[in-house]
């Protein structure tokens, strides 16, 4: 089984783009504290790479926003990056399941009379 769940809070405002095909898609990392912290007292963070398709990836655009808290389930899928002589591997989790755990923000803007 490949599955991977987490909680964390967006590192950016999450961007709609569209492939060639023209299958929507949009990119974010989410910012995930580790439990334990270091030996020298800190707290570590990872940065979880994903992707989202269709009708989820327009609606992660449409209401997320940079620090929102967020929970992420999907696959664990790798990608090779060819860069000139070298080649690395990248990971990232293929969004199947997604949900905002804090209160939606309210709009800053309102329209005047």
Same mark, same amino acid.
């Given at each position: 089984?490949?599955?991977?769940?987490?909680?964390?809070?967006? +590192?950016?405002?999450?961007?709609?783009?569209?492939?060639?095909?023209?299958?929507?898609?949009?990119?974010?990392?989410?910012?995930?504290?580790?439990? =334990?912290?270091?030996?020298?007292?800190?707290?570590?963070?990872?940065f979880i790479s994903c992707v989202?398709?269709?009708?989820?990836?327009?609606?992660?655009?449409t209401y997320g926003r940079k620090?929102?808290?967020?929970?992420?389930?999907?696959?664990?899928?790798?990608?090779?990056?060819?860069?000139?002589? =070298? =080649?690395? +591997?990248?990971?990232?989790?293929?969004v199947e399941s997604f949900q905002?755990?804090?209160?939606?923000?309210?709009?800053?803007?309102?329209?005047?009379?």
């Amino acid at each position: 089984m490949n599955r991977w769940d987490g909680v964390g809070n967006l +590192t950016r405002t999450p961007v709609l783009d569209e492939t060639p095909d023209g299958t929507l898609r949009t990119t974010f990392r989410v910012a995930i504290d580790r439990e =334990h912290k270091s030996p020298d007292g800190q707290r570590k963070t990872d940065f979880i790479s994903c992707v989202a398709w269709g009708s989820l990836a327009t609606l992660i655009t449409t209401y997320g926003r940079k620090g929102r808290l967020v929970s992420v389930g999907g696959e664990l899928q790798s990608r090779t990056v060819v860069g000139g002589e =070298h =080649h690395s +591997t990248a990971y990232e989790i293929r969004v199947e399941s997604f949900q905002f755990l804090d209160a939606r923000p309210r709009d800053t803007e309102r329209p005047t009379a």
